[in-house]
């Protein structure tokens, strides 16, 4: 049951998870039913990490700007990605808001992004990932010294980085931008999801696997 536009008569979005449409739905559950599949935030139909991002930008929109999401719950059915896309979509989000976040959301997002770095450079096809991480730590060198001088700068592996980094690094974006107290945040978290949205291959797209990254769900 696969459609462009959200059927009518489906709940309209808000916060947080629900048992049964009968009471509300949150970004992904809509994508689970345009998908076909049984009634779930984490739907299979979606990359992890991308749903991840999805529920976050959800919840942390205004009820009255949330409506406006609806239009781009059909663009996350059937992008399952890869297991490069640990790596694509984690930078591409970190990289969006890196300059407009507070210094504690730029100094997580650093940490992340020279993760990422390191993590791309074995892998050749990802060096337009590797250098949109560097732009984006060339822009905030206070926040990179912060994390050098804590000498985070040992390897993390991908498994690490899929089981802790990739996540920690959509929800410090999403988080970052909501504690910047701009008057546009809805905007700008709408402006995030299709960040992710777009660094997240569509089905026709699909690559060889990064090696080692096994797929995981994060849990909510």
Not at 8 to 34: K, Q
Not at 81 to 108: C, K, N
Not at 205 to 213: C, K, L, N, Q, S
């Amino acid at each position: 049951m696969k459609s462009s536009t959200v059927p009518d008569g489906i709940p309209v979005l808000s916060r947080g998870r629900h048992r049964t449409p009968r009471r509300g739905a949150c970004f992904m559950e809509l994508a689970s039913v345009l998908a076909g599949e049984r009634w779930s935030d984490h739907p299979a139909c979606t990359h992890p990490l991308l749903a991840e991002l999805a529920r976050e930008v959800n919840d942390h929109t205004s009820d009255a700007a949330r409506q406006q999401l609806a239009p781009l719950i059909p663009s996350v059915v059937g992008r399952r990605g890869d297991d490069r896309t640990w790596l694509t979509v984690a930078v591409a989000v970190a990289a969006s808001p890196i300059l407009d976040v507070p210094e504690s959301a730029q100094r997580v997002l650093s940490a992340g992004l020279l993760h990422a770095e390191r993590l791309c450079a074995d892998a050749p096809d990802l060096a337009s990932t590797r250098r949109q991480a560097r732009i984006a730590l060339d822009q905030v060198p206070g926040a990179v010294a912060w994390v050098e001088r804590l000498r985070t700068r040992r390897r993390t592996s991908a498994q690490a980085f899929v089981k802790s980094c990739a996540p920690t690094m959509v929800r410090w974006a999403v988080e970052g931008i909501v504690a910047s107290g701009s008057p546009d945040r809805d905007r700008r978290l709408r402006a995030l999801l299709e960040v992710g949205i777009a660094a997240c291959p569509p089905p026709d797209r699909v690559d060889a696997a990064f090696p080692g990254t096994p797929v995981r769900q994060p849990v909510r």
